[in-house]
């Protein structure tokens, strides 16, 4: 039975987790009006709008008359596809025979991969490794380094370890081989944490910058993330785009970057909601069972 105070007790944890919700949409609300409002009511109210009266596309129009968006956009949204898809790919060929008790040498491969959890080689060997590879200035700087994961292949392992060994059995009876087996049963009934995992490394993938600076000086192969660096640090707004800054006269910078901010997050607040359910299955999945 519902009590009073069991009811007060809801209404209190559903008002603080709103409040909560609401802080937290808030900044990304608060970007997307600023990219849009005029100049004129931007200084008229002191720089900080709610709800403009009027709404304005102008930033959205300069920034795509540069063509340093498109092309790091371009950039981005390919290191994203290809990327998340060879991550997924060594991930899943790593994770499938290690979860196999049977597979030789198996505690002493998951021992060394395990103890990258806790040292790495740092940060002027990893950029050694990378120019002795010849990726340096090149977009596979940004995809190469890094390619697994570590905890997204213990997530990976331990699923597919839950996955009954009866089902890889029957296929084996039917005719199939190990690689048969990964790709016509295991796959197909791995949608969440296929799902998941690709979310984590597709997330990871565009908003990556780290190595678009260490990586990579060409401006044409820049992704969308060291843009925007660039132009929260550069005074000048109109110099990283390569426009003329009579064009940009009218707007405010902070109108300019509120846009390329809006830019750079839309694509995975879209694509978002489609993983969701995957995501969260997953996730619950892959953490209870072994």
């Known amino acids: 039975m519902v009590t009073k105070v069991d009811r007060l007790v809801d ?13 937290t949409l808030f900044p990304l609300y608060f970007v997307v ?24 596309l102008d930033a959205y129009k300069q920034i ?9 956009l371009q950039i981005t949204v390919f290191v994203t596809v290809v990327g998340t898809f060879l991550n997924l790919l060594v991930t899943t060929l790593l994770a499938y025979p290690l979860s196999k008790r ?6 002493g491969i998951l021992l060394a991969i395990i103890f990258t959890l806790l040292f790495n080689g740092g940060l002027i060997p990893t950029y050694l490794v990378v120019r002795g590879l010849g990726l340096y200035n090149t977009v596979w700087a940004l995809i190469v380094p890094g390619m697994v994961s570590t905890f997204n292949f213990l997530i990976m392992k331990t699923y597919f370890e839950g996955i009954p060994q009866e089902v890889e059995e029957a296929a084996r009876v ?24 690709g979310l984590f490394y597709g997330i990871g993938h565009w908003n990556e910058y780290f190595k678009g600076i260490m990586y990579v000086t060409e401006k044409s192969l820049a992704p969308i993330q060291v843009v925007l660096r660039n132009m929260i640090q ?11 800054s009579t064009n940009l006269a009218q707007l405010p910078p902070e109108t300019i970057k509120m846009a390329t901010v809006t830019v750079a997050i ?15 299955k997953g996730v619950m999945i892959g953490a209870i069972k072994g």
Do not use: H
């Open 174 to 197: 039917d005719g199939c081989g190990e690689l048969a087996t990964l790709f016509r049963i295991v796959l197909p009934l791995s949608a969440p944490i296929m799902a998941t995992i």
């Open 33 to 56: 009006i600023m990219s849009v409002t005029p100049y004129t009511e931007v200084l008229r109210n002191g720089g900080f709008i709610v709800w403009p009266s009027s709404v304005t």
């Open 102 to 107: 049977s597979t030789p040498w198996r505690n």
């Open 11 to 23: 209404i209190v944890l559903y008002t603080v987790l709103a409040l909560f919700a609401l802080s």
């Open 266 to 280: 839309l694509p995975i607040i879209l694509v978002y909601p489609f993983l969701q359910k995957y995501f969260i």
């Open 234 to 244: 550069t005074p000048s707004v109109s110099q990283e785009l390569s426009l003329n």
């Open 64 to 72: 795509f008359a540069s063509k340093r968006i498109p092309d790091a």
